[in-house]
């Protein structure tokens, strides 16, 4: 039997490990575990599968990908509407990746941000800089991004969400069409994100300290880190890394 034909009806496991790039004894793990299910057990005892499990494993694969556990991944293949059980998992575990994690996120930003900002250009780094960055980092404005953050993944999540599921759907089920049309919305929505985040942000210039918002182009491929974005300030011309501040 060819290993490259996925059209042959009967594989090995040895056939599966291959097809799928992982390991024989992966594929006898989750065998094991009654996640994939020979249809077949030769007079030899080979255990074979069709090609219904190839797309098994490969379904199996991604969602532990994703940091499914075994028994929600069971739940997921064993539910009629998969769609609808993958998208409760992944609100349950989006909550709870985020769940305490703010405050140690918002530290390793800001030291993020000012190890980006004395790296950069040290030369020009002053005092009156590391003052006026940690005057900044200690108003409002990290209250009012955070604001600005939440809208946008409000605005994206969604369509995340929707293109995993067109995705599982069109594995399992062989219809492919929604995908497309998920990812066209998720595009669309990306666009009116980074619009909208534009609008709600403006940067400090680290040379003169005047604040300025950049065109639209410059701001989207604009090298960046979390609190930073690489601008030229039209004020005085310096090219650096400017601070986000919110409007």
């Not at 059209?7 to 390991?23: E, F, H, Q, W």
């Not at 993958?86 to 996120?105: C, Y």
């Not at 980006?116 to 020009?124: E, N, R, W, Y």
């Not at 946008?152 to 599921?165: D, K, R, S, V």
Request: glycine share 6%; proline share 4%.
């Amino acid at each position: 039997m060819s290993m490259d034909d996925e059209t042959d009806s009967r594989y090995t496991t040895g056939d599966i490990a291959k097809l799928t790039g992982v390991s024989v004894r992966t594929v006898q793990y989750y065998d094991a575990k009654g996640l994939l299910i020979p249809n077949e057990i030769s007079d030899g005892g080979r255990r074979l599968y069709g090609t219904a499990e190839v797309e098994r494993m490969r379904v199996i694969l991604f969602l532990k990908g994703l940091g499914f556990k075994l028994e929600q991944i069971r739940s997921i293949l064993s539910d009629e509407r998969p769609e609808r059980v993958l998208v409760d998992l992944l609100d349950q575990q989006t909550a709870s990746l985020q769940s305490g994690i703010a405050e140690q996120k918002q530290r390793l930003d800001d030291c993020l941000q000012l190890r980006k900002a004395l790296t950069v250009s040290a030369s020009d780094f002053v005092s009156s800089t590391l003052t006026d960055m940690a005057t900044v980092m200690n108003t409002t404005t990290t209250h009012s991004l955070r604001t600005t953050y939440l809208v946008m993944l409000a605005i994206t999540l969604p369509a995340t969400l929707l293109q995993i599921a067109c995705l599982v759907i069109g594995v399992m089920t062989d219809v492919w069409w929604p995908l497309p049309v998920a990812v066209l919305l998720a595009i669309a929505l990306t666009v009116a994100a980074m619009k909208y985040y534009r609008s709600r942000v403006q940067y400090l210039c680290p040379a003169c300290h005047e604040t300025f918002q950049p065109g639209m182009r410059e701001f989207v491929f604009a090298a960046h880190t979390p609190k930073t974005r690489k601008l030229t300030c039209p004020h005085c011309g310096h090219r650096g890394y400017c601070m986000e501040l919110s409007i």
